[in-house]
């Protein structure tokens, strides 16, 4: 694989992105996009080089291309629960591959949409990430704004459905600590203010 043959791949992967953020008034279209991402994976599955297989698991939802919009979150979209969870798979086994990208694509497609439960990925993500990458701490101060972003409206917004939930408790509070540990203070602070109240 060459990085142009890379960089194909990304653009199929980010039509299939856009496709599915418009496709909020239509169930077919994202199911037929969600069957997609299932060949994908597969194909994706019996390449043989773990390097190539690991570069390409960015078409999981984990790439925006080169050229698109700046800020989806001017755009109008929405979530159903299925949807939710379809994402929440595909992130949770690829998201730790390309942390980063998972990050700027949860912020684009809007993290108010797909909050509470895009909580589940993000744990299992950071987890994987600090397990398997020395630079993970890097990466989080990197992406301190994003990732601020998304626990501080975690916390302020979705706080009582977080709270009925107890695998999204769990899950809140392992991403809390797993920041903390990276020396993220403001995951501290909202960490006590979450157990508080």
Known sequence: MSSDGYELYEEI????????????????IRRKCEVTLLAIEDKISHICELEVRNNLCKMMFLTLGKIHMHDWNELHTEYSYKDKMFLNEIWSK????HFKNLLY?????HITELLPEIILPLNESLRKCGENYADCKEMIKANAVIINKIIT???????????????????FEEVLETLVGFGMEEAAVILDEFRVH
Do not use: R
Request: glycine residues 2%; negative net charge.
């Open 13 to 28: 992967a980010a039509h299939l992105l856009a496709v599915y953020f418009d496709a909020y008034k239509n169930i077919e």
């Open 94 to 97: 690829y998201g730790w591959l």
């Open 105 to 109: 694509v949860i912020n684009q497609m």
């Open 153 to 171: 409206k975690a916390f302020l917004d979705f706080n009582d459905d977080i709270k009925c939930d107890h695998e999204l408790v769990k899950a």
